[in-house]
Nanobody, 115 residues
Framework: QVQVVESGGGSVQAGGSLTLTCTAS????????VAWHRQAPGEQRELVAS???????IHVDSAKGRFTIFRDIDKNAVYLTMNTLKVEDTAVYYCHVYSRRGSDWGQGTQVIVSS
C-alpha cells in the first residue's frame, strides 16, 4: 500500500518562497511519475509540474520561471520550490504518484499567499 504525504505549506507574503515536499512509503520514486497539482477555492484541481520516473520534468506556463520540481532518489522525495509567490498561487497543493502500479494522492498541503 502506497501512502503519499505532502508537507511544507504555510502562509507567506507575496514575493516570498516556499518549498513543498512529497514523500511516499511503499514505492520507489525512481519507478514512479510524480506530479504536483493545486486546487484553489471554487476552482478545479490543476497540474502545476511533474517529473517522470525517468527524470523528465514539465512545468505549466503559470509555474515556469518561478516553480521548480525536482526529486531526490536517495531520500525518495519530490520537491516543489516556489519563488516569487503571488496571491493567485493560494491553493491546496497535492502530490500525485502514479505508474502502471496504480495511482495515489496525498491529503494536500495548504499554501496561502497574502498581499
Amino acid at each position: 500500500q502506497v501512502q503519499v504525504v505532502e508537507s511544507g505549506g504555510g502562509s507567506v507574503q507575496a514575493g516570498g518562497s516556499l518549498t513543498l515536499t512529497c514523500t511516499a512509503s511503499g514505492t520507489d520514486f525512481s519507478t514512479e511519475n510524480v506530479a504536483w497539482h493545486r486546487q484553489a477555492p471554487g476552482e478545479q484541481r490543476e497540474l502545476v509540474a511533474s517529473v517522470t520516473g525517468g527524470g523528465s520534468r514539465i512545468h505549466v506556463d503559470s509555474a515556469k520561471g518561478r516553480f521548480t520540481i525536482f526529486r531526490d532518489i536517495d531520500k525518495n522525495a519530490v520537491y516543489l520550490t516556489m519563488n516569487t509567490l503571488k496571491v493567485e498561487d493560494t491553493a491546496v497543493y497535492y502530490c500525485h504518484v502514479y505508474s502502471r502500479r496504480g495511482s495515489d494522492w496525498g491529503q494536500g498541503t495548504q499554501v496561502i499567499v497574502s498581499s
